[in-house]
Structure formats: structure tokens, C-alpha cells
């Protein structure tokens, strides 16, 4: 079983083996100190084996069942009835054709995704300590490296060559002067530990936040 995993209630509760988090400023890495207790979306710790052993259960269905696999999967209903994306825990989604149920989070300088394909059998696990990291991006990467074959290219027409190869600054309409005034770490003064980074890079604008379990 999972048997490395721990949830708990206990902000600064010693875990075996735990690795702490960091952060990166102005090219400075500190360390991140949780300071929230959201009792099992931000307490819970697992390594990446126990994680593999997870998505073996869910692809197989040895605990739950099928049952509690599918119920997991059925797109949500808002009121008026309209569908989401969302099932219980996870997002329901396509990649490139292929089905897929994934998830993401952040917090503290924890970053992870987990992505399943059930038509391949197979999930991807990404966990890192590193908040700068995007784990979404290395999760289909690596889907990309090991089943190539089997996804799907973008429609012709869909986009040309030449917006394929526009960085996101030059497709949308940014004032890059008036970002940077924005630019820089804000943190909430009403739940201390939950920061938000706004930066722009050669390529691209980013906020990455800290302190939920929801990624952005």
C-alpha cells in the first residue's frame, strides 16, 4: 500500500524524508515555510512511488473499484444545469486526442500534476520542490516524448505556421511598460503564506501563486 504517505493536521509536524521548498527571487533561492492548514488539499505528503502506486490502483481499479474510478470522471453540473470540466478530484480534458483526467496544484514552493490516459493505461506523475517549476508543461512533455505516436497533431487550419511560432507576447496585446509595474511578489495579509509572483520572461508573462493547492 501507500504507506509513505502522510496527512496530517499539524503545521510543522516532523515527516520522514520530506523535502523542503523553495523559491526563486531575482535569481535568490530561499526556502518556502508552509503556513496554511488546509487539511487534505495542502497536509497531505507522498513521494512519486506511492503517487505511481495510486494511479496503478485508479487504472486498475483493485480499491475503490470501477465504481468509484468513474464517479470521479463524470463532468460536474453547476446550477441551470450547465456542464463542467470538472468531475469529483479531477479535470476532464483532451490532449492532442487522447482522453484524459488530470490535476494540478502549488503550494509553498510544492508544485505537481498528474495526468491518467486511460485508453494507454498509463498516468504521469510530476512532483517538485521548486515553485518556479511548471510541472503541466514537463507532465506533456513527457507524454509527448514516450507516446508521440499516438497523439494527434493540430487540425490544418486550426493555426498557421506562423502563429504556431509567436511567443504569447507577441499574440496578445500587453503593454510590456505598464506589466512591469505590477511586476514583483504580493502576499495576502489576511492568510500569510499565500503569495503571488507576476514576472514576464523573454517568451512569455506568468503568475505563479503559492500557498493554495490550485496551480495557475
Known amino acids: 500500500g501507500m504507506t509513505d504517505t502522510v496527512v496530517t493536521d499539524t503545521l510543522g509536524e516532523v515527516i520522514p524524508n520530506r523535502a523542503s521548498s523553495y523559491e526563486s ?6 526556502e518556502e515555510v508552509l503556513q496554511t492548514s488546509i ?6 505528503y507522498t513521494p ?8 496503478y490502483y485508479y487504472l486498475t481499479a483493485k480499491v475503490g473499484g470501477r465504481a468509484g474510478s468513474y464517479l470521479m470522471t463524470i463532468p460536474g453540473r453547476i446550477k441551470g444545469g450547465e456542464v463542467t470540466d470538472y468531475g469529483l478530484g479531477l479535470f476532464i480534458e483532451t490532449f492532442k486526442g487522447l482522453d484524459r483526467f488530470e490535476h494540478s496544484g502549488a503550494i509553498a514552493g510544492y508544485t505537481s500534476d498528474v495526468a491518467i490516459y486511460p485508453s494507454l493505461g498509463v498516468g504521469v506523475v510530476v512532483l517538485s520542490n521548486a515553485g518556479s517549476v511548471d510541472p503541466g508543461e514537463i507532465a506533456n512533455s513527457t507524454t509527448e516524448m514516450f507516446f508521440g505516436d499516438q497523439l494527434e497533431s493540430a487540425p490544418v487550419g486550426e493555426e498557421s505556421d506562423e502563429e504556431a511560432d509567436k511567443t504569447p507576447s507577441e499574440r496578445g496585446t500587453f503593454d510590456d511598460a505598464r506589466f512591469e509595474i ?6 495576502q495579509e489576511d492568510q500569510l503564506g499565500y503569495t503571488m509572483t507576476v514576472s514576464r520572461s523573454a517568451d512569455d508573462y506568468q503568475i505563479l501563486m ?3 493547492p490550485k496551480a495557475w
Open 25 to 30: 527571487e531575482n535569481g535568490v533561492w530561499q
Open 39 to 44: 487539511y487534505g488539499s495542502s497536509l497531505g
Open 48 to 55: 512519486i512511488g506511492d503517487l505511481a502506486l495510486w494511479l
Open 182 to 187: 505590477f511586476a514583483g511578489r504580493y502576499e
Open 210 to 212: 503559492a500557498g493554495l
